[in-house]
């Protein structure tokens, strides 16, 4: 929520200009709505993450609240799941990245849980699978360094450890905030220009974005630091 005008000048010290309210000159904002949409999810890719119980069994979840910085990748997780009970748990995971071609077989794992009994705020709308790798058709694959499978499958593989856990402020979500580190990456060949370098003209990422399917549409333009 906006803080009111003057708590915010008090905390943060801002002088009378530098508040966009007070500003001379601005624009109005006649183009836009005022609008409240029930989630935010803006646009990200889809990750499936492997993981497993101190029993040893092996959960996947797709999930999509992440993103990278260098080598650590932050993801955002809901703490009624499986995969949040089992990262805080074992500390191990994989992150395997589906292509557009794999939305379907996403889909198949969005009203599963590994979650035994499935939690009170799931029940009636998720039912428990065992074995998810079988339902969405995909193919367990041995990781080199962490203990949870990789999928087959996805182009782009990453195995990862758990770094810390956050609580989230927003905490009535019932969500926390994993960090994580990658240890170990694996890209498909087709889509790996050299060793260190993915082709982003060939990487078409599965991408979800209120609550839809989408992939990259053509290429725009690089950055001043793109290698390739
Ligand atoms: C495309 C997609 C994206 C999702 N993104 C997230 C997410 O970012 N964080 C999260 O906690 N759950 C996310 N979910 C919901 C979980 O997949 C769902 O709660 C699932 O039951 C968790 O399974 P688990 O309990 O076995 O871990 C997403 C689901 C789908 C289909």
């Known amino acids: 929520m906006a803080k009111n005008s003057n708590a915010f000048e008090e905390e943060y010290g801002l002088s ?7 500003m001379k000159g ?4 006649i183009d ?6 029930g989630i935010l999810y803006f646009g990200t890719p889809v990750v499936l993450i492997s993981s497993l119980g101190r029993d040893g069994k092996v959960n996947l979840s797709p999930m999509s609240s992440a993103w990278a910085l260098g080598h650590c990748v932050v993801l955002g997780l809901a703490m009624n799941g ?3 009970e089992n990262l805080e748990a074992t500390r191990e995971l994989t992150l395997n990245f589906p292509d557009r071609s794999m ?5 198949s794992l969005a009203q599963l849980t590994g979650k035994n009994p499935v939690p009170p705020s799931k029940a009636g709308r998720y039912s428990f699978e065992s074995d ?9 694959v041995e990781s080199d360094i962490v203990h949870p499978p990789l ?6 593989q990453m195995e990862a450890t758990v770094q810390h856990i956050y609580a989230l402020s927003e905490d009535n979500l019932g969500a926390a905030i994993v960090e994580v580190s990658v240890v170990k990456i694996h890209a498909d060949k087709d ?6 370098h993915i082709d982003p003209l060939k990487w078409k990422p599965l991408i979800y974005s209120f609550r839809h399917y989408f992939s990259l549409g053509e290429q725009l333009g690089k950055t001043f630091k793109s290698e390739t």
């Open 191 to 196: 889509i790996a220009l050299d060793m260190n």
């Open 16 to 22: 009378e200009h530098q508040k966009g309210k007070e």
């Open 132 to 140: 998810k790798f079988n339902v969405a058709n995909l193919t367990a």
């Open 82 to 84: 499986k995969t949040y």
């Open 26 to 29: 601005l624009g109005k904002n």
């Open 103 to 107: 939305w379907e077989s996403v889909e």
């Open 32 to 37: 836009h709505m005022d609008v409240e949409p």
């Open 151 to 156: 999928v087959g499958e996805c182009p782009i």
